[in-house]
């Protein structure tokens, strides 16, 4: 029972380069998020999905896509990167609404 | 809109006291809170969440919080802190039944355990 993996787990992008990072859980959760951690704040909401192709927008989307056409999968998508993009971004899935999180270990992107 | 507040970047204390990580709260309605623990280079893992019930909540590694409605505050304890507890530790609350798409993080309180 791997969890929740994301992958890669660095990366560096110069200005206006795409990626996606990619995300998967084998829990059989419905509800994945994707957040960005940057030094001295909390986590920040990104986008969410409450099941396969059902997706939308968190407090800050500006920048991503995503998509849901599985269960298991919730890429990220950055389409132009910026270097306000530069951050540790998380996934994390749940069984239920306000049941615990379980976070993948993380992806530390550097926009230069 | 709700609002989480860690007033402290760090607390340090001795191997073998007793610690405390402060967390107040501002949310509309009953809140559901959580405390989850991040350690180097990791994600952050659940430590424990109040959703409704007794205001002593008992989660893993020997840690429990307060709820305390009067006070809006959900400070995390524990009764002999080892070394091995430092980690980067975050509160977080979200309104009851919202899911954790109105789910908000506070900034994160640095617990640093000295032998």
């Known amino acids: 029972n791997a969890g929740v993996t994301q992958t890669p787990k660095f990366r560096i992008l110069k200005i206006g380069q795409s990626m996606t990072l990619q995300c998967t859980q084998d829990?059989?959760?419905?509800?994945m998020y994707w957040y960005r951690q940057d030094p001295g704040m909390g986590l920040k909401l990104i986008y969410y999905?409450?099941?396969?192709?059902?997706?939308d927008k968190g407090e800050v989307p500006n920048g991503y896509n995503v998509s849901r056409s599985t269960t298991e999968d919730f890429p990220l998508r950055l389409e132009l990167a910026a270097p306000s993009q530069t951050s540790v971004y998380f996934c994390?899935?749940?069984?239920?609404?306000?049941?615990?999180?379980?976070f993948g270990s993380g992806t530390q992107l550097s926009v230069l | 809109a709700q609002s989480v507040a860690q007033p402290e970047d760090q607390v340090n204390v001795a191997e073998g006291n007793p610690l405390t990580v402060k967390c107040t709260y501002s949310?509309?309605?009953?809140?559901?809170l959580f405390w989850y623990v991040q350690y180097p280079n990791r994600g952050l893992q659940f430590l424990l969440k109040?959703?409704?019930?007794d205001n002593l909540v008992k989660g893993s590694y020997g840690f429990e919080a307060e709820f305390n409605k009067s006070q809006t505050s959900f400070h995390l304890k524990k009764p002999s802190a080892l070394v091995s507890d430092s980690a980067l530790y975050f509160c977080?609350?979200?309104?009851w039944g919202t899911g954790f798409q109105k789910l908000v993080f506070g900034t994160g309180t640095r617990l640093l355990v000295s032998p």
């Open positions: 994390a899935s749940t069984l239920g609404v306000n049941e615990k999180l379980f």
């Open positions: 999905s409450v099941g396969a192709g059902i997706t």
């Open positions: 109040y959703i409704t019930g």
């Open positions: 977080a609350v979200s309104p």
């Open positions: 949310v509309s309605g009953n809140p559901y």
């Open positions: 829990m059989n959760h419905n509800y």
